[in-house]
């Protein structure tokens, strides 16, 4: 059974950077559209980003389009996160996901079948 583990989650102040990243053990990457999402406390867990299997594009969420990129590397099981320009808005639990959701279901959480437990990332001055 696979794992998924996230990791470069800090403290860090406005306008900062930080690279997320999610490694996979067991299960490749290669057949899985992958996933960010991320929680803040009291809210819903939200689409960040995403990498589509099937078509190789990467979709964002409006909040972090511009900020943000996602980039995998399928040979080392690797799916990463460079988030630029960081608000106090970003601050949240992110957390990767993987599945194989059909297009239109690609930025519902629902539709991805394996999560890793998460890292925070804290934005404040």
């Known amino acids: 059974q696979g794992q998924m583990v996230e990791a470069g989650g800090g403290s860090v102040q406005p306008g900062a950077s930080l690279t997320l990243s999610c490694t996979s053990t067991?299960?490749?990457?290669?057949?899985?559209?992958l996933a960010w999402f991320r929680q803040a406390p009291g809210k819903d867990r939200e689409f960040v980003a995403a990498?589509?299997?099937?078509?190789?594009?990467?979709y964002y969420a409006d909040s972090v389009k511009d900020r943000f990129t996602v980039s995998r590397d399928n040979t080392k099981n690797t799916f990463t996160l460079q988030m630029n320009s960081l608000k106090p808005e970003d601050t949240a639990l992110y957390s990767c996901?993987?599945?194989?959701?059909?297009?239109?279901?690609?930025?519902?959480?629902?539709?991805?079948?394996?999560w890793g437990q998460g890292t925070q990332v804290t934005v404040s001055s």
């Open positions: 996901a993987a599945g194989r959701p059909i297009l239109s279901s690609l930025r519902y959480d629902t539709s991805y079948n394996y």
């Open positions: 067991g299960r490749a990457f290669s057949g899985y559209t």
């Open positions: 990498h589509n299997r099937n078509n190789n594009h990467k």
